[in-house]
């Protein structure tokens, strides 16, 4: 005997059962085909035991079926497919051309052939089972009719018995079948009850442990039934429980909404009572007939999730402000370096007067304030330059606590909060005494009468299973650092646009509006995330979360060589697109007795250090020009004569560009716009260590 006809010879008794059964083989062949299924499907045996089941219904390739079907291969525990989750897995149609309603359960079966197993799917047409009922009363009916009819005729055969005799005996004979069978459908259908209170049991089981919670109206919207998460939301949205009208759900009329829930219809309820909520409410009506009509509300709280998507879409539109921000600060730095060059040009020649020298000083700070705004703006965008380095905060924040309480008012109490330890991240400290002097700034102004101020310190480690505090942090340890405030707090609709450039809530005068998207870009820049919660009446707490690093050794900080202030006319290239920064710079360097040779982009400065090589010792340059940037420029000069000094000047933020920078041969960088000094100071260092 082959496995087809063991399979066939083992489970022939699944032949008389009045359910769709079928056995599969590992790799989808069909070892057993019932009779109901023939039936159901007008697909013989003959055709379909021995082929992959996929070739005649290829919804079973999907993985929500083939998944289950390899842990039942396994010899995994039984699972159930329900017509509503799942469709339906062996598609049929009821003589009315509606489809059946099918509860299906796949069980784990010992092969016959080796040590695997088969899977058993039974197949369970619940929607012929109330028909099937009112046939069994029928029959019973009919039965006890044709027994009444049986006991008259007994009588009348008792007057006859003698010519009748074997007339009673032939109906008595009958009348044993139609016992026979009927007590054979009554044990079926007790069967077929018990069935089908076993499917109704794994349905409650199923809905109550939905996540979601599911509501049933019938047509009066009177609540039938609902799921544990079910009662707790209509708690919060209507007054309303089960057997009782549900009328509205906080203001939306629900007899509104089954008129208009033909499909499936999705709407937004926003609660602020006991806690600010949003709950997404599913309507679909259900049944046919007018009896069997309802309706089903499915409810969840999208809250978290809508905070997700807010957040979200704030990173977005805060990247595409700074990055046009980014891209118009170069050319803010190229005309603020002439402004404030050729102020201290002018600055340095002994012959101007007392009040001409008053004004042009007045110039050169509103240039350099114009720059601190610049810095601001990049700050924002995270195209500023920082210098990183470990930085123990615990004990920073001990020392910025000190700057703080000389800051802010006495009726402020302020608490430092953190466990013992070291928490150690890669951080500008200057950078970061900027980020929180302004969220502590901003907290004294939120408190004029005086409140508390507490600043704390904690390390959290984020893994791939956890609820991550922000939209795309990565997995790893992370330093959370926390400014609360007991001030007057902030509405929803201030809340989402504070980190925004230019922004503010204060009065004409009293800020630029760039101070807290300055922070955010500042912890964007060190890889972190800022987060803030508030509530009006009710203060505001800002997040801030660092990537945590091991601690390093502090590095000394770099001194400089200024004792150079004497040219004696060493050469020096200029090259700049810039007219104005090129004129300046020239002029500035003349007057130190240097000799100046000037170019307005890379091709021309090639031709100029050709013709002048001996002479220049130093070259000055733009990173961004035409025809040939200062990048391509230095690696030819530096192909040529490796000991030229290179030192850029950019008005784009450097970034992660100085690896370029120096694979290139430039030895030093100076950011647009720089003061006189700045670039004296790094010249003479330049020019020392040539000799």
């Known amino acids: ?54 070739e005649h219904f290829p919804h079973l390739a999907a993985a929500k079926f083939s998944d289950r079907l390899r842990d039942i291969f396994q010899g995994g525990p039984p699972t159930i497919f329900s017509a509503q989750i799942h469709g339906q897995l062996i598609p049929v149609r009821s003589w009315n051309g509606q489809l059946q309603i099918q509860q299906s359960t796949v069980t784990a079966t010992p092969s016959l052939v080796d040590n695997g197993y088969y899977a058993l799917l039974s197949i369970q047409d619940v929607t012929d089972l109330t028909q099937r009922i009112r046939d069994y009363r029928a029959m019973r009916d009919q039965a006890l009719a044709e027994v009444t009819e049986r006991k008259r005729v007994e009588g009348e055969l008792l007057k006859a018995q003698e010519e009748l005799e074997g007339r009673i005996r032939e109906r008595t004979a009958d009348i044993v079948a139609v016992n026979s069978r009927l007590q054979t459908e009554i044990a079926e259908r007790t069967h077929a009850e018990e069935e089908l209170r076993k499917i109704l049991s794994t349905l409650n089981t199923l809905v109550e442990h939905i996540p979601e919670g599911v509501v049933l109206l019938d047509t009066e919207c009177r609540i039938i039934l609902a799921n544990t998460t079910g009662k707790e939301y209509l708690k919060v949205l209507s007054s309303a429980g089960v057997g009782e009208t549900l009328k509205n759900m906080s203001g939306m009329s629900v007899r509104k909404l089954f008129a208009e829930a033909q499909t499936t219809v999705w709407r937004e309820i926003t609660v602020s009572s006991p806690r600010h909520a949003i709950y997404r409410i599913g309507s679909s009506v259900i049944g046919q007939a007018a009896a069997d009509k309802g309706m089903v509300l499915v409810i969840k709280d999208v809250t978290e999730e809508k905070s997700l998507q807010d957040r979200l879409q704030t990173q977005e539109r805060l990247a595409a402000v700074g990055q046009l921000a980014a891209g118009i600060a170069h050319d803010f730095n190229n005309t603020l370096t002439g402004i404030i060059g050729f102020t201290e040009v002018i600055l340095a020649e002994s012959t101007i007067g007392s009040a001409d020298r008053e004004i042009l000083e007045a110039v050169r700070q509103s240039g350099l304030r114009a720059a601190y705004l610049i810095r601001q703006i990049l700050d924002f965008s995270r195209k500023s330059s920082s210098e990183l380095r470990p930085m123990e905060m615990s004990a920073f924040l001990n020392e910025f606590s000190k700057f703080i309480r000389r800051t802010i008012q006495e009726n402020i109490s302020i ?62 340890n992370w330093v959370v650092l926390s400014v609360a405030d007991t001030g007057c707090g902030m509405p929803s609709e201030i809340l989402s646009h504070i980190f925004e450039p230019f922004f503010t809530t204060k009065e004409t005068g009293s800020g630029t509006g760039l101070g807290l998207s300055q922070v955010y870009g500042i912890i964007r820049q060190h890889g972190g995330f800022i987060d803030v919660q508030s509530e009006t009446g009710s203060g505001s707490i800002f997040t801030i979360y660092l990537p945590a690093c091991a601690a390093a050794e502090s590095q000394p900080a770099p001194t400089f060589q200024t004792e150079f202030l004497d040219g004696q006319h060493a050469g020096i290239l200029v090259v700049e697109d810039y007219e104005a920064i090129r004129t300046m710079i020239r002029k500035l360097l003349t007057k130190l007795n240097f000799t100046v040779f000037t170019a307005e982009n890379g091709k021309e400065a090639l031709e100029v250090y050709e013709k002048n090589k001996n002479s220049i010792r130093l070259i000055i340059t733009d990173l961004v020009m035409p025809e040939l940037d200062g990048v391509g420029m230095s690696r030819i000069i530096k192909a040529k004569n490796p000991s030229v000094k290179i030192l850029a000047i950019s008005g784009y933020p450097l970034g992660s560009d100085w690896k370029d920078l120096y694979n290139a041969g430039i030895t030093e960088c100076i950011q647009k716009p720089f003061e006189r000094n700045t670039l004296i100071r790094m010249v003479c260092d330049l020019l020392m260590k040539n000799n």
């Open 415 to 476: 608490s430092l909060l953190y466990d013992p330890g070291e928490y150690f991240v890669r951080a500008d400290p200057a950078k970061i005494h900027q980020v929180l002097t302004n969220i502590v700034l901003n907290a004294r102004d939120a408190m004029p009468q005086g409140g508390r101020l507490t600043v704390s310190l904690a390390a959290r480690t984020v893994l791939h299973s956890d609820d991550r505090p922000m939209p795309d942090m990565p997995d790893g």
């Open 1 to 54: 005997m082959n496995e087809i006809e063991l399979v066939r010879h083992h489970f022939s008794v699944l032949d008389q059962v009045p359910v769709g059964a079928l056995l599969l083989k590992r790799d989808h062949t069909v070892l057993f085909w019932n009779s109901c299924l023939e039936d159901w499907t007008e697909l013989p045996r003959t055709r379909i035991v021995g082929t992959d089941i996929r």
